[in-house]
Protein backbone atom coordinates (compact mmCIF):
# COMPACT_ATOMS: atom_id res chain seq x y z
CA UNK A 1 0.00 0.00 0.00
CA UNK A 2 3.03 2.18 0.23
CA UNK A 3 3.59 2.31 -3.72
CA UNK A 4 0.14 4.49 -3.75
CA UNK A 5 1.24 7.02 -1.88
CA UNK A 6 3.96 7.83 -4.10
CA UNK A 7 1.86 7.71 -6.85
CA UNK A 8 -0.47 9.96 -5.44
CA UNK A 9 2.65 12.54 -5.09
CA UNK A 10 3.52 11.62 -8.41
CA UNK A 11 0.12 12.52 -9.59
CA UNK A 12 0.13 16.11 -7.27
CA UNK A 13 3.43 17.12 -9.19
CA UNK A 14 1.84 16.38 -12.87
CA UNK A 15 -1.48 18.74 -11.60
CA UNK A 16 0.87 21.47 -11.30
CA UNK A 17 2.01 21.45 -14.62
CA UNK A 18 2.84 30.41 -14.08
CA UNK A 19 5.22 34.84 -13.47
CA UNK A 20 3.83 35.10 -17.04
CA UNK A 21 6.11 35.74 -19.83
CA UNK A 22 5.85 38.90 -21.71
CA UNK A 23 3.83 39.01 -24.28
CA UNK A 24 5.36 38.13 -27.68
CA UNK A 25 2.27 38.94 -29.69
CA UNK A 26 2.14 42.46 -28.24
CA UNK A 27 4.95 43.43 -30.25
CA UNK A 28 3.59 42.95 -33.95
CA UNK A 29 0.34 44.46 -32.85
CA UNK A 30 -0.12 47.84 -33.98
CA UNK A 31 -2.65 49.45 -31.39
CA UNK A 32 -0.98 46.89 -28.56
CA UNK A 33 -1.46 49.84 -25.86
CA UNK A 34 1.21 47.56 -23.18
CA UNK A 35 4.04 46.65 -25.66
CA UNK A 36 6.22 48.77 -23.36
CA UNK A 37 5.87 45.72 -20.92
CA UNK A 38 7.73 43.67 -23.52
CA UNK A 39 10.02 46.48 -23.92
CA UNK A 40 9.98 49.68 -22.33
CA UNK A 41 11.44 51.71 -25.31
CA UNK A 42 8.13 51.54 -27.33
CA UNK A 43 6.59 54.60 -27.57
CA UNK A 44 2.67 54.43 -27.87
CA UNK A 45 0.98 57.39 -30.22
CA UNK A 46 -1.93 58.08 -27.65
CA UNK A 47 -2.62 58.19 -24.22
CA UNK A 48 -4.34 55.49 -22.33
CA UNK A 49 -5.46 53.66 -19.40
CA UNK A 50 -5.72 49.38 -18.96
CA UNK A 51 -7.64 47.97 -15.82
CA UNK A 52 -7.21 44.23 -15.25
CA UNK A 53 -5.47 42.46 -18.09
CA UNK A 54 -4.37 39.00 -16.91
CA UNK A 55 -2.00 36.25 -17.83
CA UNK A 56 -1.49 33.11 -17.82
CA UNK A 57 1.67 30.85 -18.21
CA UNK A 58 2.12 26.95 -17.38
CA UNK A 59 5.16 24.96 -18.04
CA UNK A 60 6.11 21.59 -17.75
CA UNK A 61 9.26 19.63 -18.59
CA UNK A 62 7.35 16.53 -19.65
CA UNK A 63 4.07 15.47 -20.51
CA UNK A 64 1.32 12.92 -20.61
CA UNK A 65 3.53 10.92 -23.04
CA UNK A 66 5.88 9.93 -20.67
CA UNK A 67 2.92 8.43 -18.48
CA UNK A 68 1.17 6.86 -21.22
CA UNK A 69 1.83 3.97 -24.08
CA UNK A 70 -0.24 2.29 -26.62
CA UNK A 71 -0.44 -1.45 -25.58
CA UNK A 72 -2.32 -4.24 -27.99
CA UNK A 73 -4.57 -1.19 -29.18
CA UNK A 74 -5.17 0.72 -26.11
CA UNK A 75 -3.60 2.81 -24.14
CA UNK A 76 -2.11 1.44 -20.71
CA UNK A 77 -0.35 3.17 -17.82
CA UNK A 78 3.77 3.30 -17.25
CA UNK A 79 2.72 1.28 -14.34
CA UNK A 80 1.60 -1.61 -16.54
CA UNK A 81 3.83 -4.62 -16.58
CA UNK A 82 3.89 -4.81 -20.34
CA UNK A 83 6.04 -1.15 -20.24
CA UNK A 84 9.47 -1.75 -19.10
CA UNK A 85 10.90 0.43 -16.57
CA UNK A 86 13.94 1.43 -19.10
CA UNK A 87 11.21 2.78 -21.45
CA UNK A 88 9.07 4.52 -18.87
CA UNK A 89 12.71 6.10 -17.42
CA UNK A 90 14.11 7.50 -20.83
CA UNK A 91 11.24 9.40 -20.71
CA UNK A 92 11.95 11.65 -18.17
CA UNK A 93 14.07 14.21 -17.03
CA UNK A 94 17.22 14.15 -13.97
CA UNK A 95 14.95 17.11 -12.94
CA UNK A 96 11.29 16.82 -13.93
CA UNK A 97 9.40 19.55 -13.19
CA UNK A 98 5.76 22.15 -13.25
CA UNK A 99 5.29 25.65 -13.42
CA UNK A 100 2.12 27.74 -13.25
CA UNK A 101 2.72 31.49 -12.81
CA UNK A 102 -0.09 34.29 -12.94
CA UNK A 103 0.49 38.31 -14.01
CA UNK A 104 -2.73 40.03 -13.33
CA UNK A 105 -2.27 43.54 -14.56
CA UNK A 106 -4.44 45.79 -11.94
CA UNK A 107 -3.90 49.28 -13.67
CA UNK A 108 -1.76 50.79 -16.22
CA UNK A 109 -1.26 54.25 -17.65
CA UNK A 110 0.57 55.62 -19.66
CA UNK A 111 1.15 59.36 -20.93
CA UNK A 112 3.38 61.68 -23.32
CA UNK A 113 5.13 64.71 -21.95
CA UNK A 114 7.82 66.38 -22.16
CA UNK A 115 9.14 64.93 -25.29
CA UNK A 116 9.12 61.48 -23.39
CA UNK A 117 6.49 58.71 -22.50
CA UNK A 118 5.37 57.94 -19.09
CA UNK A 119 3.79 54.40 -18.11
CA UNK A 120 2.52 53.86 -14.45
CA UNK A 121 1.91 49.86 -13.50
CA UNK A 122 0.23 48.67 -10.76
CA UNK A 123 0.30 44.22 -10.91
CA UNK A 124 -0.18 41.56 -8.64
CA UNK A 125 2.22 37.91 -9.61
CA UNK A 126 2.25 35.10 -8.33
CA UNK A 127 4.57 31.69 -9.00
CA UNK A 128 3.70 28.03 -7.94
CA UNK A 129 5.82 25.14 -9.00
CA UNK A 130 7.36 21.89 -8.14
CA UNK A 131 10.49 19.57 -9.11
CA UNK A 132 11.18 15.61 -8.54
CA UNK A 133 13.76 13.67 -9.35
CA UNK A 134 13.82 10.73 -11.58
CA UNK A 135 14.02 8.54 -9.77
CA UNK A 136 10.80 9.19 -8.03
CA UNK A 137 9.12 7.81 -11.00
CA UNK A 138 10.89 4.89 -10.56
CA UNK A 139 10.01 3.87 -7.13
CA UNK A 140 6.35 4.11 -8.85
CA UNK A 141 7.61 1.85 -11.49
CA UNK A 142 9.73 -0.30 -9.21
CA UNK A 143 8.73 0.04 -5.78
CA UNK A 144 11.03 -1.80 -3.03
CA UNK A 145 12.68 -4.20 -5.71
CA UNK A 146 15.17 -1.53 -5.59
CA UNK A 147 16.45 -0.85 -2.02
CA UNK A 148 17.69 2.86 -2.17
CA UNK A 149 16.62 6.17 -4.15
CA UNK A 150 17.88 9.23 -3.96
CA UNK A 151 15.26 12.03 -4.09
CA UNK A 152 17.63 14.99 -3.15
CA UNK A 153 17.00 18.06 -4.74
CA UNK A 154 13.27 17.28 -5.15
CA UNK A 155 11.72 21.23 -4.22
CA UNK A 156 8.16 23.04 -4.15
CA UNK A 157 8.05 26.60 -4.00
CA UNK A 158 5.08 29.69 -4.38
CA UNK A 159 5.61 32.84 -4.04
CA UNK A 160 2.96 35.98 -4.34
CA UNK A 161 3.98 39.63 -4.57
CA UNK A 162 2.87 43.34 -5.84
CA UNK A 163 4.71 45.22 -8.33
CA UNK A 164 4.21 49.00 -8.65
CA UNK A 165 5.89 50.37 -11.53
CA UNK A 166 7.70 53.88 -13.41
CA UNK A 167 8.41 53.81 -17.08
CA UNK A 168 10.56 55.86 -19.02
CA UNK A 169 11.06 55.97 -22.55
CA UNK A 170 12.10 58.69 -25.35
CA UNK A 171 13.81 59.22 -28.83
CA UNK A 172 17.36 59.86 -28.69
CA UNK A 173 16.99 60.81 -32.67
CA UNK A 174 14.74 59.45 -35.32
CA UNK A 175 16.78 56.68 -35.14
CA UNK A 176 17.06 55.11 -31.57
CA UNK A 177 14.82 55.28 -28.65
CA UNK A 178 15.50 53.68 -25.04
CA UNK A 179 13.33 52.63 -22.19
CA UNK A 180 13.42 52.04 -18.80
CA UNK A 181 11.22 50.85 -16.14
CA UNK A 182 11.94 50.78 -12.12
CA UNK A 183 9.70 48.63 -10.11
CA UNK A 184 9.21 48.41 -5.99
CA UNK A 185 8.15 44.77 -5.06
CA UNK A 186 6.09 43.85 -1.98
CA UNK A 187 6.36 39.98 -0.91
CA UNK A 188 3.18 38.94 0.11
CA UNK A 189 3.30 35.19 1.02
CA UNK A 190 6.25 32.59 -0.03
CA UNK A 191 6.52 29.14 1.01
CA UNK A 192 9.16 26.81 -0.20
CA UNK A 193 10.74 23.65 0.42
CA UNK A 194 13.70 22.08 -0.74
CA UNK A 195 15.68 18.50 0.06
CA UNK A 196 19.38 19.04 -0.15
CA UNK A 197 19.34 15.46 0.93
CA UNK A 198 16.83 12.85 0.29
CA UNK A 199 18.09 9.30 0.28
CA UNK A 200 14.90 6.96 1.29
CA UNK A 201 15.36 2.92 1.88
CA UNK A 202 12.04 1.07 1.06
CA UNK A 203 11.49 -2.45 2.75
CA UNK A 204 8.17 -4.88 3.58
CA UNK A 205 8.17 -3.07 6.80
CA UNK A 206 8.86 0.52 7.04
CA UNK A 207 10.58 3.83 5.07
CA UNK A 208 13.50 5.01 6.02
CA UNK A 209 14.95 8.59 4.78
CA UNK A 210 18.14 9.94 5.52
CA UNK A 211 16.99 14.00 5.44
CA UNK A 212 18.74 17.51 5.15
CA UNK A 213 16.46 19.66 4.12
CA UNK A 214 15.02 23.47 4.69
CA UNK A 215 11.58 24.99 5.04
CA UNK A 216 10.93 28.61 4.69
CA UNK A 217 7.34 30.07 4.66
CA UNK A 218 6.61 33.76 5.56
CA UNK A 219 3.98 33.63 8.85
CA UNK A 220 1.98 36.75 8.17
CA UNK A 221 -1.00 34.50 7.47
CA UNK A 222 -0.17 31.62 10.13
CA UNK A 223 2.41 30.87 12.91
CA UNK A 224 3.92 27.14 13.12
CA UNK A 225 4.71 27.14 16.88
CA UNK A 226 7.81 25.46 18.09
CA UNK A 227 7.15 22.93 20.82
CA UNK A 228 9.33 22.61 23.93
CA UNK A 229 11.89 21.11 22.47
CA UNK A 230 12.36 23.65 19.36
CA UNK A 231 10.74 21.30 16.78
CA UNK A 232 7.78 22.82 14.59
CA UNK A 233 4.56 21.09 15.57
CA UNK A 234 2.29 21.40 12.50
CA UNK A 235 -0.57 20.00 14.87
CA UNK A 236 -0.49 24.01 16.92
CA UNK A 237 -1.10 26.60 14.68
CA UNK A 238 -1.96 30.15 15.31
CA UNK A 239 -3.85 32.06 12.93
CA UNK A 240 -3.09 35.75 11.88
CA UNK A 241 -6.13 36.15 10.91
CA UNK A 242 -4.96 37.72 7.56
CA UNK A 243 -5.45 36.73 4.38
CA UNK A 244 -1.71 38.19 2.84
CA UNK A 245 0.63 40.76 4.46
CA UNK A 246 3.87 42.46 3.60
CA UNK A 247 6.88 40.23 4.12
CA UNK A 248 9.45 41.07 1.16
CA UNK A 249 10.39 44.25 -0.16
CA UNK A 250 12.80 44.55 -3.67
CA UNK A 251 13.69 46.29 -6.51
CA UNK A 252 13.84 45.45 -10.47
CA UNK A 253 14.31 46.97 -13.58
CA UNK A 254 13.70 46.56 -17.14
CA UNK A 255 15.41 47.98 -19.90
CA UNK A 256 15.46 48.15 -23.44
CA UNK A 257 16.25 49.85 -26.79
CA UNK A 258 14.08 50.18 -30.39
CA UNK A 259 16.38 50.63 -33.58
CA UNK A 260 15.05 52.11 -36.85
CA UNK A 261 18.27 51.87 -39.20
CA UNK A 262 15.73 52.53 -42.17
CA UNK A 263 12.42 52.97 -43.18
CA UNK A 264 10.14 50.50 -42.19
CA UNK A 265 12.59 47.85 -40.30
CA UNK A 266 12.79 47.91 -36.35
CA UNK A 267 15.43 46.06 -34.42
CA UNK A 268 13.55 45.62 -30.53
CA UNK A 269 15.82 44.41 -27.50
CA UNK A 270 15.12 44.03 -24.28
CA UNK A 271 16.24 42.83 -20.49
CA UNK A 272 13.06 42.69 -17.99
CA UNK A 273 12.65 41.19 -13.97
CA UNK A 274 16.46 42.18 -13.13
CA UNK A 275 15.73 41.90 -9.56
CA UNK A 276 14.38 40.42 -6.63
CA UNK A 277 12.97 40.41 -3.26
CA UNK A 278 14.39 40.06 0.43
CA UNK A 279 12.12 37.56 2.31
CA UNK A 280 11.82 37.30 5.97
CA UNK A 281 10.60 34.07 6.75
CA UNK A 282 9.23 34.06 10.40
CA UNK A 283 8.36 29.84 9.68
CA UNK A 284 11.64 28.56 9.22
CA UNK A 285 13.36 24.96 9.76
CA UNK A 286 15.95 22.88 8.98
CA UNK A 287 16.64 18.98 9.44
CA UNK A 288 19.10 16.68 9.18
CA UNK A 289 18.55 13.43 10.14
CA UNK A 290 17.37 9.67 9.70
CA UNK A 291 13.86 9.19 10.54
CA UNK A 292 11.53 6.04 9.99
CA UNK A 293 7.29 6.24 9.39
CA UNK A 294 5.33 3.64 7.99
CA UNK A 295 3.37 5.02 4.92
CA UNK A 296 -0.02 3.41 4.42
CA UNK A 297 -1.17 0.56 6.27
CA UNK A 298 -4.34 -1.55 6.85
CA UNK A 299 -6.00 0.38 4.05
CA UNK A 300 -9.39 -0.22 3.24
CA UNK A 301 -11.54 -0.36 -0.18
CA UNK A 302 -13.96 1.34 1.19
CA UNK A 303 -11.02 4.23 2.00
CA UNK A 304 -10.56 4.75 -1.63
CA UNK A 305 -12.75 7.68 -2.15
CA UNK A 306 -12.19 11.49 -2.89
CA UNK A 307 -12.14 12.13 1.24
CA UNK A 308 -10.93 9.33 1.60
CA UNK A 309 -7.51 9.24 0.01
CA UNK A 310 -7.55 12.65 1.76
CA UNK A 311 -7.79 11.78 5.14
CA UNK A 312 -5.03 9.06 3.80
CA UNK A 313 -2.62 11.44 2.41
CA UNK A 314 -2.92 13.79 5.23
CA UNK A 315 -2.30 11.43 7.85
CA UNK A 316 0.80 9.91 5.80
CA UNK A 317 2.24 13.62 5.78
CA UNK A 318 1.67 14.21 9.62
CA UNK A 319 3.36 11.46 9.93
CA UNK A 320 6.21 12.64 7.91
CA UNK A 321 6.27 16.11 8.90
CA UNK A 322 6.16 14.26 12.91
CA UNK A 323 8.94 12.08 12.25
CA UNK A 324 11.27 14.88 11.12
CA UNK A 325 11.97 16.69 13.67
CA UNK A 326 11.96 20.17 11.87
CA UNK A 327 14.12 22.77 14.25
CA UNK A 328 13.01 26.05 14.16
CA UNK A 329 15.24 29.06 12.77
CA UNK A 330 15.11 32.36 13.74
CA UNK A 331 15.16 35.74 11.83
CA UNK A 332 15.99 33.83 8.66
CA UNK A 333 16.13 36.59 5.39
CA UNK A 334 16.50 35.58 1.94
CA UNK A 335 17.16 37.36 -1.22
CA UNK A 336 15.07 35.53 -4.04
CA UNK A 337 15.76 36.45 -7.74
CA UNK A 338 12.42 37.06 -10.01
CA UNK A 339 12.15 35.33 -13.26
CA UNK A 340 13.66 36.98 -15.70
CA UNK A 341 13.20 37.52 -19.82
CA UNK A 342 15.43 38.78 -22.12
CA UNK A 343 13.64 39.49 -26.08
CA UNK A 344 15.01 40.61 -29.32
CA UNK A 345 13.16 40.76 -32.32
CA UNK A 346 13.29 41.89 -35.94
CA UNK A 347 10.23 43.77 -37.69
CA UNK A 348 9.95 44.70 -41.54
CA UNK A 349 6.64 46.66 -42.80
CA UNK A 350 5.61 45.95 -46.65
CA UNK A 351 6.63 49.32 -48.46
CA UNK A 352 3.65 47.98 -50.79
CA UNK A 353 1.06 47.09 -48.59
CA UNK A 354 1.64 48.82 -45.47
CA UNK A 355 -0.54 47.04 -43.14
CA UNK A 356 1.38 43.70 -43.61
CA UNK A 357 4.82 43.15 -41.06
CA UNK A 358 6.81 39.86 -40.79
CA UNK A 359 9.41 39.68 -38.33
CA UNK A 360 11.73 37.15 -36.01
CA UNK A 361 11.84 36.72 -32.47
CA UNK A 362 13.61 35.14 -29.52
CA UNK A 363 13.36 35.25 -25.84
CA UNK A 364 14.84 33.63 -23.06
CA UNK A 365 13.42 33.08 -19.33
CA UNK A 366 15.51 32.14 -16.45
CA UNK A 367 14.24 30.57 -13.01
CA UNK A 368 16.00 28.67 -10.75
CA UNK A 369 17.00 26.19 -12.71
CA UNK A 370 14.43 26.22 -15.18
CA UNK A 371 15.05 27.80 -18.47
CA UNK A 372 12.90 27.95 -21.55
CA UNK A 373 13.93 29.95 -24.68
CA UNK A 374 12.15 29.99 -28.24
CA UNK A 375 12.62 31.12 -31.06
CA UNK A 376 9.59 32.57 -34.17
CA UNK A 377 8.74 33.61 -37.53
CA UNK A 378 6.03 36.20 -36.78
CA UNK A 379 3.39 37.89 -38.84
CA UNK A 380 1.11 40.97 -38.24
CA UNK A 381 -1.99 42.02 -40.36
CA UNK A 382 -4.01 45.46 -39.81
CA UNK A 383 -6.71 44.95 -42.57
CA UNK A 384 -9.17 47.11 -40.97
CA UNK A 385 -8.89 50.39 -38.91
CA UNK A 386 -10.95 48.28 -35.63
CA UNK A 387 -8.80 44.88 -36.11
CA UNK A 388 -5.43 43.81 -35.81
CA UNK A 389 -4.42 40.18 -35.87
CA UNK A 390 -0.72 38.88 -35.22
CA UNK A 391 0.49 35.14 -35.49
CA UNK A 392 3.95 33.14 -35.26
CA UNK A 393 5.63 29.76 -35.23
CA UNK A 394 9.01 28.75 -34.19
CA UNK A 395 10.46 26.07 -32.18
CA UNK A 396 11.70 26.41 -28.78
CA UNK A 397 12.82 24.18 -25.47
CA UNK A 398 10.08 21.83 -25.91
CA UNK A 399 9.94 21.55 -29.16
CA UNK A 400 7.56 23.29 -32.04
CA UNK A 401 5.58 26.38 -30.63
CA UNK A 402 3.13 28.93 -32.10
CA UNK A 403 1.24 31.87 -31.28
CA UNK A 404 -1.85 34.50 -32.24
CA UNK A 405 -3.47 37.13 -31.09
CA UNK A 406 -5.57 39.96 -32.13
CA UNK A 407 -6.78 43.58 -30.65
CA UNK A 408 -10.12 44.79 -31.66
CA UNK A 409 -11.35 48.15 -31.39
CA UNK A 410 -15.00 49.11 -30.05
CA UNK A 411 -14.98 53.06 -29.74
CA UNK A 412 -12.10 54.34 -27.73
CA UNK A 413 -12.00 50.55 -26.04
CA UNK A 414 -9.41 47.50 -27.24
CA UNK A 415 -9.93 44.17 -26.24
CA UNK A 416 -6.72 41.95 -27.22
CA UNK A 417 -6.64 38.48 -26.38
CA UNK A 418 -4.07 36.09 -27.20
CA UNK A 419 -2.32 32.28 -26.77
CA UNK A 420 1.54 30.67 -26.97
CA UNK A 421 1.17 26.93 -27.14
CA UNK A 422 3.46 24.00 -27.78
CA UNK A 423 2.78 21.53 -30.80
CA UNK A 424 2.08 18.03 -29.85
CA UNK A 425 -1.68 17.34 -28.82
CA UNK A 426 -3.32 17.16 -25.23
CA UNK A 427 -5.30 14.34 -23.80
CA UNK A 428 -8.64 14.08 -25.38
CA UNK A 429 -11.68 16.13 -23.34
CA UNK A 430 -9.18 17.41 -21.22
CA UNK A 431 -6.22 20.43 -21.19
CA UNK A 432 -3.17 18.13 -20.02
CA UNK A 433 -0.74 18.16 -22.92
CA UNK A 434 0.61 15.22 -24.25
CA UNK A 435 4.21 16.39 -24.48
CA UNK A 436 6.59 19.18 -22.66
CA UNK A 437 4.55 22.37 -22.71
CA UNK A 438 5.09 25.99 -22.47
CA UNK A 439 1.57 27.50 -22.35
CA UNK A 440 0.32 31.32 -22.08
CA UNK A 441 -2.91 32.65 -22.26
CA UNK A 442 -3.23 36.55 -21.97
CA UNK A 443 -6.48 38.91 -22.13
CA UNK A 444 -7.40 42.70 -21.55
CA UNK A 445 -8.76 45.57 -22.28
CA UNK A 446 -7.51 49.31 -22.61
CA UNK A 447 -8.85 52.64 -22.90
CA UNK A 448 -7.16 55.25 -25.32
CA UNK A 449 -7.40 58.80 -23.74
CA UNK A 450 -7.17 60.62 -26.57
Not at 77 to 100: C, H, I, W
Not at 109 to 134: I, Q, R, W
Not at 353 to 377: A, C, N, S, W
Request: net charge neutral; with cysteine.
Amino acid sequence: MKKRFIILIALAFCAVSANAQTFVEGFFLNSYRLAFRYNPAIINDTDFISVGQASINTRANIGASAFLYPYQGKLVTALNSAVPAEVFMQNLRNDNYGLKRLDYNLLSYGFEKNDAYHTFDLSLKGLVGASVPKELFQIVKSGTSQRQYDLSNMREMSNLYAELAYGYSRKLSDIVSVGVRGKLLLGLYSANYNFRRLILTMDSEAYTANIESEMLMTNRVTNIMPDEDGYLNFKDMEPKGKLIGPSAAGLAVDLGVLVTPVDNFEISASINDLGGLLWYFGNAATTSSTVSFEGFTDVQISQLNKDGIKELVNGVKDEFLDSMKLKKQKNVFRFNMIPFNATLALKYKSPFYDKLTVGLVGQFEGYQGMPYYDGRIALGINPLEWLDLTANVGCGTYGSVFGAALSVKVLNFRINAGIDNGVGGHLRYRSTPLKANNKTVTIGVTYDLK
